[in-house]
């Protein structure tokens, strides 16, 4: 199935459906080392994306000038982009509405190559890395986008097809969430724990990694 506008509707929609299916684990991690709201959080921002898209015409059945009537792959992430950011809140809000933000402005093709992949998902990386300041290592989100972008582009550096980008970027920040299990976090509420946020995985590690899936899904692979 080609990475096209169709797909993004899809991935944002099985992303909502991984995140109400995850929301009480991701408030479980979030309550050993947070605050214990980022299921509900993200679940409210992804609930939300769910009626806008439901509250769009079906493609191609818009009037002429319409945007809806020939939506490119970035106007569905900007959709998602704007929508996270006034409806979920939190640290993770304004993090993810920057990614999707990021990775519309880097998306121009209206079908992703493998290449084109790569660049949403650094598009969406640098989002968070310019919102959030965090580096690898610190106990974020971060922590699943970097070996995301870095299986992505070694995947796609060794002819890969789009599908397999996705597959390598969605395993990646698998590894790389549970990667944060023994790390101290030094950035979020999480830095304000110290030494007792070592030993437990990462809520926006783990959330991203649960949407990186729902890419994969979205791609029918
Ligand atoms: P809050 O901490 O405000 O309650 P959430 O619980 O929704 O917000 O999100 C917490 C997640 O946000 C953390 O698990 C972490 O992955 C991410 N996060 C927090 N601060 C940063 C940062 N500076 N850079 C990247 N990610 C961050
Ligand atoms: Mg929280
Ligand atoms: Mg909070």
Same mark, same amino acid.
């Given at each position: ?5 169709a ?5 944002a ?7 109400? /299916?995850?929301? !009480? ?10 605050? #214990? ?13 769910? #009626? ?8 191609? +059945?818009?009037?002429?000038? !319409?945007?809806? #009537?020939?939506?490119?792959? /970035? !106007? ?5 982009? +704007? ?14 509405? +920057? #990614? ?25 990386l ?33 002819g ?6 996705l ?12 990667? +944060? ?20 995985? !990462? ?19």
């Open positions: 199935m080609a990475l096209d506008v797909w993004a509707r899809r991935w929609r099985e992303s909502a459906a991984a995140i109400a /299916a995850a929301k !009480d684990e991701l408030m479980e991690l979030d309550r050993q080392i947070g605050d #214990a709201d980022h299921g509900e959080n993200l679940n409210r921002g992804f609930q939300a994306v769910v #009626a806008k898209l439901d509250a769009q015409p079906p493609p191609g +059945t818009a009037a002429d000038g !319409d945007p809806a #009537a020939s939506p490119l792959i /970035a !106007d569905v992430l900007k959709l998602v982009a +704007t929508t996270l950011m006034s409806s979920v809140g939190g640290a993770s809000g304004p993090l993810y509405g +920057t #990614a999707y933000l990021r990775a519309a402005k880097v998306t121009g093709l209206s079908v992703l190559d493998a290449h084109g992949v790569v660049a949403l998902l650094e598009g969406a640098e989002g968070i890395t310019s919102r959030g300041k965090a580096v690898p290592g610190e106990k974020t989100m971060v922590d699943a986008w970097t070996p995301a972008v870095e299986a992505a582009i070694a995947t796609a550096d060794a890969g097809t789009p599908e397999d980008v597959e390598a970027a969605a395993t990646a920040s698998a590894a790389g969430a549970v990667a +944060t299990v023994p790390l101290l976090a030094t950035k979020g509420r999480a830095s304000y724990l110290g030494e007792r946020s070592i030993g437990h995985e !990462d809520p926006g590690a783990a959330s991203s990694a649960i949407i990186l899936r729902a890419a994969v899904r979205a791609a029918g692979a």
